[in-house]
């Protein structure tokens, strides 16, 4: 059983279209980050949230964590191909672990 | 600036063989762990350590061991190995606290037969 859950797991679109990855827990985390992952290549961070409420934009990319710090979701903006790839979410509980969900794969077609 | 390096890019066990896996990073950090990546699973955390000679336990910790002799090295030990530990294996570290990044190795490939 995941500590976290990632929806959905795959996602195919097309270039300029617009979408939302979920991510959800039953259990509250002292953070949220999101990490994008290519082939061959170990997880990049992406943002961190660490407040209830708390909205982050990088570029096309908005973050949200959610009121009781259980949830979070990523929504891309007009999605271009450099955006395909598992886009990872991971909440830190207890200051000393990390757990991350299965992932989201991103395929963005030109 | 090397960040966290893993050793071997690539290996191949038969069952029931041993190896370690290395890992190491030059930042300083405290907290050093060691995820497997499966196909639909995520990374699922193995053994974490929260500074040198602390250890504890992930998720799936059953069939592997680590040790933290220094601060910069972290080796993660197959002690025999099985078909199910097929999988990619990351290293990873960060500053012990609220909120801070971590760093990945560019990951290990395993394949146990």
């Known amino acids: 059983t995941q500590l976290l859950e990632q929806s959905p797991q795959f996602l195919s679109i097309q270039e300029g279209e617009n979408l939302t990855v979920y991510c959800n827990s039953s259990s509250v985390f002292s953070s949220l980050q999101w990490y994008r992952q290519e082939p061959g290549e170990g997880p990049v961070l992406l943002v961190t949230v660490v407040t209830g409420g708390e909205v982050k934009k990088l570029k096309r990319l908005t973050f949200q964590f959610g009121d009781a710090r259980k949830d979070s979701s990523l929504h891309i903006t007009a999605a271009q191909p450099g955006d395909t790839g598992l886009y990872l979410c991971?909440?830190?509980?207890?200051?000393?672990?990390?757990?991350f969900g299965s992932g989201t794969k991103l395929n963005v077609k030109p | 600036n090397a960040g966290v390096t893993q050793t071997p890019k690539f290996q191949v066990l038969k069952t029931g063989q041993s190896m370690t896996l290395q890992c190491a990073q030059d930042m300083n950090h405290e907290y050093m762990s060691w995820y497997r990546q499966d196909p639909g699973m995520g990374l699922r955390l193995i053994h974490y350590?929260?500074?040198?000679?602390?250890?504890d336990q992930g998720e799936v910790p059953n069939g592997y061991n680590v040790s933290r002799s220094t601060t910069e090295d972290f080796p993660l030990r197959l002690l025999s190995a099985a078909p199910s530990q097929t999988s990619v294996y990351f290293c990873a570290s960060s500053y012990r606290g609220s909120g801070n990044t971590i760093y990945f190795g560019e990951g290990s490939w395993l394949t146990v037969v």
């Open positions: 350590s929260v500074g040198a000679g602390i250890t």
């Open positions: 991971a909440g830190q509980y207890n200051f000393n672990k990390f757990y």
